[in-house]
T-cell receptor, first 115, second 114 residues
């Protein structure tokens, strides 16, 4: 079974500051990991994903995440926050090689960006 | 970019009534999913559907729930006799399949059971 824990239900940063959203996972098999973003009144949009290969993955809107197996983490970062980054972010995991669409989500982190 | 469309965006129903939530997946996708999010809780997988049958379902997806792809374009979730605890945001998603799958989600239907 898989599980995801997102540390911090709310994160607040200033515009231009580093964004760091934390995600730790548990999986009995090699995981596939995802970050989704949800803007108000919209669906979940894939930011980036890790399946195999390079552990540092780059996504849309300047976000990136690094898969660290030893730490069972997949933290999301962005060097410089923009006002438009304000949204809710979800980390998700699926067992690699099986049930690709059966994602297990974290509880979400609401990112607020202050001017 | 192509979109998954869900209707209605909000639905209010009385306990015990049947509801049908509708979704139009992306046209060339083969895999279809329903997820839900109860207020304040995590997004939860309900069911996946492929080749006109359920491929996997969660323990939440009991006999009160059913899914259908009636006409090759729509994908529906039916709740036969709604309960108060069915109140949630329901998300439809679709994907083209394959490893490292990318799911495209709709904007959701907020179901309120009174």
């Amino acid at each position: 079974a898989q599980s995801v824990t997102q540390l911090g239900s709310h994160v607040s940063v200033s515009e231009g500051a580093l964004v760091l959203l934390r995600c730790n996972y548990s999986s009995s098999v090699p995981p596939y990991l995802f970050w989704y973003v949800q803007y108000p009144n919209q669906g979940l949009q894939l930011l980036l994903k890790y399946t195999t290969g390079a552990t540092l993955v780059k996504g849309i809107n300047g976000f990136e995440a690094e898969f660290k197996k030893s730490e069972t983490s997949f933290h999301l970062t962005k060097p410089s926050a923009h006002m438009s980054d304000a949204a809710e972010y979800f980390c998700a995991v699926v067992a690699g090689g099986t049930s690709y669409g059966k994602l297990t989500f974290g509880q979400g982190t609401i990112l607020t960006v202050h001017p | 970019e192509p979109e998954v469309t869900q209707t209605p965006s909000h639905q209010v129903t009385q306990m015990g009534q049947e509801v049908i939530l509708r979704c139009v997946p992306i046209s060339n996708h083969l895999y279809f999913y329903w997820y839900r999010q109860i207020l304040g809780q995590k997004v939860e997988f309900l069911v996946s559907f492929y080749n006109n049958e359920i491929s996997e379902k969660s323990e939440i997806f009991d006999d009160q729930f059913s899914v259908e792809r009636p006409d090759g374009s729509n994908f529906t979730l039916k709740i036969r006799s709604t309960k108060l605890e069915d109140s949630a945001m329901y998300f439809c998603a679709s994907s083209g399949g394959g490893g490292g799958v990318k799911l495209f989600f709709g904007s959701g239907t907020q179901l309120s059971v009174l």
